[in-house]
């Protein structure tokens, strides 16, 4: 590994004594189910989509994702059961996680209320030996230790065809990821942080062929700051998509969805870094697939979200 391998695992230490981070994604609108649970089969048709994030590109080290999540609904439109599973890489450090979510909705005259729970496991793997160390004796950087812990999420979401709003905490215990005692008596951990998401966003009609739909995301994890990211984005005949999105102190992204066919769709985001890592990064490319089919028992539902 290089130098900035060695800087880069410096840091999540540090920020991991206190807080298991969790990526973002910036296709955030296009795949729910990747922060609230409540949005499993909230497009009444089964929906699977993978995303690939390569983040800080020319860095290092830099964090990899891989997500995969499928969902659908089920009974009339009044259950949603939902499957993720992920892979997320940086450094030394390897996470694999799965996650399935189940959503009750209730439909009202404004539109369907999704109340959602989620239960899963992250595995998580850190390979020490292939670092240069300074101190061959570290006892916080010897061996590769493996973390298993379960975890479990709760959340509520609101759409119809023309908004959406969630509130959700999908990763709810606080797991110790690990513990370290040194020869003077002091004890080393790290732990998970929990996570609160609210997201939101709406579709105002432009003329009869452009919509324009600006959105929200906002992320508190305990013992930091808020986060937040804002979009706005433009739809052309409801098959082209061009949106632009400013994540706080982190990044401006430029991003893009096209819709192939009724099955299939292709999205895409660049961030462009805008903070300290601007000048060592080229930026982060994210790419994500979609396919969605209705399946035999399908009845159109006029409540059902239609762009997100």
Request: with cysteine; glycine share 8%; net charge neutral.
């Amino acid at each position: 590994m290089k130098k900035l391998a060695v800087v880069f695992f410096l840091m999540i230490m540090v920020s991991c004594a206190f807080a298991q981070q969790r990526p973002v994604m910036s296709t955030y609108m296009f795949n729910g189910l990747a922060l609230n649970p409540a949005y499993a089969g909230s497009l009444n048709i089964l929906s699977a989509s993978f995303i690939h994030r390569k983040q800080w590109i020319n860095v290092d080290g830099a964090p990899r994702s891989n997500v995969l999540s499928v969902h659908s609904s089920f009974y009339g439109n009044q259950i949603g059961l939902g499957l993720q599973a992920a892979e997320d890489v940086i450094g030394v450090h390897k996470e694999s996680s799965m996650y399935i979510s189940g959503a009750y909705k209730i439909k009202t005259s404004a539109g369907i209320l999704a109340m959602g729970l989620s239960g899963g496991f992250d595995n998580r793997r850190s390979n020490f030996e292939e670092l240069n160390l300074l101190r061959e004796d570290d006892e916080l950087l010897s061996g590769t230790p493996t973390r298993f812990t379960p975890n479990f999420g709760t959340g509520i979401y609101f759409a119809n065809p023309r908004m959406y709003a969630g509130v959700s905490v999908p990763f709810i215990l606080e797991n110790t990821l690990y513990e370290v005692q040194a020869e003077d008596g002091t004890t080393t951990e790290g732990r998970e942080s929990r996570y609160y998401y609210a997201t939101g966003g709406v579709i105002f009609d432009i003329n009869p062929n452009v919509k324009f739909s600006p959105s929200a995301l906002f992320r508190y994890q305990e013992q930091s700051r808020v986060g937040w990211d804002l979009n706005a984005t433009v739809i052309f005949d409801g098959i082209a998509y061009a949106g632009v999105s400013y994540r706080s102190g982190d990044a401006l992204v430029f991003l893009t969805q096209l819709i192939l066919n009724e099955n299939f769709r292709i999205g895409y985001a660049y961030d462009a870094t805008v903070n300290a890592l601007a000048n060592e990064s080229r930026g982060t490319h994210e790419i994500m697939l979609n396919y969605r089919v209705k399946l035999r028992n399908y009845k159109k539902d006029p409540q059902c979200p239609v762009y997100f």
